[in-house]
């Protein structure tokens, strides 16, 4: 991972790293396809999605700061988290392959 | 010398509640612009709190109704607010902001055993009070997986209080006290946090949905122990920031739910269950109100932070005709705060209330 370039940047705002598939969720149409260990990638975290953050490897968001909804639970869950990547929705596809450094708040694919 | 004090205390309060804001964006508070609505009714809800202290101070028993506070981080958010919103309403008098002002610091003087603005931590327990609440509570060994059911337990409570109070009220419904350091007891870097969901049932505001109504508890804390962790608590419980994974440094842990502590691994899971799915379907149903409902219901959030307090100086702290007036059918105002940019230290001091606080208190 350290000889490839991030694909996406952001802020850090739960620290580990994780790898998993990413799911952009953009309404609740999206929920249905999210499994065990995906990773959650959308606008900006809310609380209908907590039971699709509960089974997430990682969260990714595009605005937000490290006081936001998707920092503080996942700090609570101990998975990785990186907010404000401002596209993160656009750049991400849906089954790509990622790697999550949410203390250098780093995207890399695998 | 009392210009000395002020200045210092306002500097703390500063640094201290600027990380509410730091690395975040005002877009991202939900369900509404919030910082764009408190100015259009935000005077008469400054008049009532006024009428509230008074009344108060007239009993000269203030430290007697230090019991009917909200939370500590729910003090420090309501300070945070009048001190943000007050400069965008010229009605407000500045003699009685002050008071009120006055009256808020000085009760988290008397709450916090230290760190009052919450700059690394959220103290309010004494030493020997630490002690025995150790010694009384039936702590569980942990392991990773039930720290992570710990961790969705909590994401579960949090987003059920986010929904059901807002993003700047959540604080009403959530605090974390600590860290307690216990290094004495076991020689090891153990560090004990509370988190505390004081009341999960607010039917008063949201009397029109029976499911807040019979949600089954209304109170639950969550202790926790972790070993070899970095742990602070900047400025709101609901924000604890960790310098380690939670899942491998929990060591111990204990849930009381309404005063009756869980023993089962099974009963800490159906009880995450039973919040991440309540959280879900509540804040469903946030989604769904339009816009009128939804500034309707900040006002009731906001009034409520104060209910115990007003309540035990009979006063009625629902809001009042004159202020759904005031938000009914209106748009939200503009251009107040900066929305969609990253906020720095030199921007909140300038635009979020700072210089005009240490304005106010210059000559004081």
């Known amino acids: ?110 | 010398m009392k210009n000395n004090k002020h200045l210092q205390w306002i500097e703390n309060y500063s640094k201290s509640s600027y990380q509410l804001f730091e690395g975040n964006i005002l877009k991202a508070f939900a369900p509404i612009d919030f910082y764009h609505f408190f100015p259009l009714w935000y005077d008469l809800w400054v008049e009532r709190i006024y009428q509230a202290i008074r009344k108060i101070q007239l009993k000269k028993k203030e430290n007697s109704y230090l019991i009917y506070l909200p939370v500590p981080s729910a003090i420090r958010a309501v300070l945070q607010k009048l001190v943000i919103i007050y400069p965008k309403c010229p009605k407000i008098d500045k003699e009685k902001i002050k008071t009120i002002i006055d009256f808020f610091v000085h009760a988290l003087e008397e709450i916090t055993q230290e760190d009052t603005f919450s700059l690394k931590k959220n103290i309010i327990h004494k030493p020997d009070e630490i002690d025995d609440l150790i010694n009384k509570t039936k702590l569980h060994i942990a392991n990773p997986e039930v720290a992570r059911e710990i961790g969705r337990l909590v994401m579960g409570l949090g987003a059920l209080v986010n929904g059901l109070y807002n993003d700047v009220v959540t604080d009403m419904g959530w605090d974390s006290y600590g860290p307690y350091n216990l290094y004495k007891k076991a020689d090891e870097n153990l560090i004990l946090l509370i988190r505390h969901f004081p009341n999960l049932r607010p039917a008063e505001i949201w009397e029109e949905e029976g499911e807040v109504q019979i949600l089954k508890h209304k109170e639950i804390k969550i202790y926790t122990i972790y070993k070899g962790i970095d742990c602070r608590i900047n400025w709101l419980g609901c924000h604890p920031t960790f310098d380690k994974s939670l899942t491998d440094s929990l060591v111990t842990y204990a849930v009381e739910v309404d005063g009756r502590f869980i023993e089962r691994v099974e009963d800490l899971t159906s009880l995450k269950e039973y919040y991440l799915n309540n959280a879900a379907s509540h804040y469903k149903k946030v989604k769904r109100m339009k816009f009128e409902e939804l500034k309707t219901k900040a006002l009731w959030q906001e009034c409520y932070q104060l209910n115990e307090l007003f309540n035990s100086i009979n006063m009625d702290w629902r809001p009042d005709k004159q202020m759904i007036e005031r938000v009914k059918n209106k748009r939200l105002l503009k251009n107040l705060y900066p929305l969609g940019e990253m906020i720095d230290y030199k921007t909140y001091c300038d635009k979020f209330g700072i210089r005009e606080l240490k304005e106010l208190y210059k000559n004081k």
């Open chain 1, 1 to 110: 991972m350290k000889n490839n370039n991030p694909i996406l940047k952001g802020i850090g705002a739960s620290i580990g790293i994780a790898e998993g598939v990413v799911k952009i969720i953009k309404s609740a149409k999206d929920f249905k396809n999210f499994n065990k260990g995906d990773v959650l990638v959308t606008e900006i975290t809310d609380p209908t999605m907590v039971i699709l953050m509960a089974k997430a490897n990682a969260i990714i968001c595009n605005i937000g700061g490290i006081t936001s909804h998707p920092a503080i639970v996942s700090r609570e869950m101990g998975i990785p988290c990186v907010v404000n990547t401002k596209n993160a929705t656009k750049i991400l596809e849906n089954g790509m392959i990622i790697i999550v450094d949410g203390s250098k708040g780093e995207i890399y694919l695998k």
